[in-house]
């Protein structure tokens, strides 16, 4: 492995707690130094960073980096450790994640009817329902850890209602949830363990569907429905792989919004004057500085820190680096979109930055599906807690605060807050579930 420090700078050491907090001076380190890095990972498994936002772009985009798995010249001890874990023991291989075209293309297009901006519109009220009922069951205390009692539930309910899972199994969705992205933090193989269930209750959900499906989808039909039918009428979807784009949606579209809602709020409760410009234009019914502050939260700290694996098909070349056949890249997001090169001031918060080209959901074929659901969370999200709590304060000192020790996302195990209680009369309380 090349050592690429320098006399007066040491090599940074990546993927300790320490990082895990802060990890935006490596990240400028390995720009300047060695903009494609080749690295052992926590897991033991070898793979270059890409860390240049013109370096990232470019290999976002191109065709020979695959998606699968299969491409990964792994020895014996890194076998499945490039993905989600316990999908290929729960035959969840086959979803968007780690597929490339024709099937990729194919499968995107069955799914992304549910994701136009229409269907995202049609949405928000059941969106804003939900923000509006969790706060309702904090909002009497004077306090809350705004991670667990917030940003994770909220995400999770809006995936379950869009999938179609029934109100009554959603609570079990988030039990299954919050165990996945526990990571290191649950008991040993939980994560597995709860992979596995959530296939389960998906084939059997697939199943009873199926059976009760319509001749003719009605209006605003469930997206599980949608895949049913999709493969009913000659579109070759299997039951696997409709089990693993359900499954997919669900774990890559909630943790990502939680991770956008819980580290959004903390860098508005770490920026005060920041955070003040954006409730005063909220309270003037201005909506123009949240939309363009959410693209800038994204930028800024984004709750993905790496893009998920890919793998050389055949040598190339990334930022004038050979990448031999078989190696995994990971590009990473957060230190692109901090490049000085492509943003002006890049560790600065404005909210109000209008060049908003940040790699925060990906680029190219892969450019994240559910990108305006999360938005429209995220802006939700944001807008109501700010609305509801005008003098919302951490209530803890930043240093204290842990972040969850992941590869790919990015995100804050709790943000406790607190802030002057409202009257329980402005939400009713009840479970989400419920409804």
Request: charged share 25%; glycine share 8%.
């Amino acid at each position: 492995m090349t050592d690429h420090s320098t006399p007066d700078r040491p090599a940074p050491e990546l993927f300790t707690w320490e990082f895990a907090s802060d990890p935006y001076p490596a990240y400028a380190w390995l720009r300047e130094h060695a903009p494609v890095h080749r690295t052992r990972l926590p897991s033991g498994v070898e793979a270059w960073l890409v860390t240049r936002y013109a370096d990232a772009k470019q290999a976002l985009a191109d065709p020979r980096l695959s998606k699968n798995p299969a491409h990964h010249d792994e020895p014996a001890h890194a076998k499945g450790k490039t993905g989600i874990p316990g999908e290929r023991k729960a035959e969840l291989m086959t979803h968007l994640l780690n597929i490339d075209p024709p099937d990729h293309t194919r499968l995107r297009r069955l799914v992304s009817k549910a994701f136009t901006p229409r269907r995202v519109a049609e949405f928000a009220p059941r969106v804003q329902e939900l923000a509006d009922d969790l706060i309702g069951r904090f909002a009497g205390t004077g306090s809350a850890d705004l991670i667990h009692e917030f940003a994770f539930p909220l995400p999770i309910y809006a995936i379950c209602d869009l999938l179609g899972v029934p109100r009554e199994d959603q609570d079990d969705f988030r039990d299954w949830a919050g165990m996945m992205i526990r990571h290191g933090g649950g008991p040993r193989g939980g994560v597995a363990r709860s992979v596995k269930k959530m296939r389960g209750y998906l084939a059997d959900l697939i199943h009873r569907k199926r059976a009760a499906l319509p001749p003719e989808p009605g209006p605003g039909e469930d997206l599980i429905s949608g895949l049913i039918r999709a493969s009913d009428h000659g579109e070759h979807l299997t039951e696997n792989e409709a089990a693993a784009m359900a499954f997919i949606l669900l774990f890559a579209g909630f943790e990502t919004t939680v991770n956008l809602i819980g580290n959004g709020a903390y860098a508005l409760l770490t920026h005060p004057g920041q955070r003040d410009r954006l409730q005063t234009s909220l309270a003037a019914g201005e909506r123009a500085l949240l939309e363009t502050g959410v693209e800038e939260l994204l930028r800024y700290d984004g709750p993905v820190e790496m893009a998920t694996w890919r793998f050389a098909t055949r040598p190339l070349s990334i930022g004038g680096q050979d990448i031999a056949a078989g190696d995994p890249v990971l590009v990473v997001l957060a230190a692109a979109d901090r490049d000085p090169e492509r943003f002006a001031d890049p560790d600065t918060l404005d909210l109000s930055r209008r060049d908003s080209q940040h790699l925060g959901y990906g680029h190219g074929i892969h450019y994240c599906l559910g990108a305006p659901l999360a938005r429209l969370e995220g802006q939700t999200a944001l807008a109501t807690l700010l609305t509801r709590f005008p003098d919302l304060r951490l209530a803890a000192d930043p240093a204290e605060l842990r972040w969850r020790g992941g590869l790919i996302m990015r995100g804050l195990r709790t943000l406790p807050v607190s802030f002057t209680p409202v009257p329980s009369s402005a939400g009713n309380g009840s479970s989400p579930t419920q409804k």
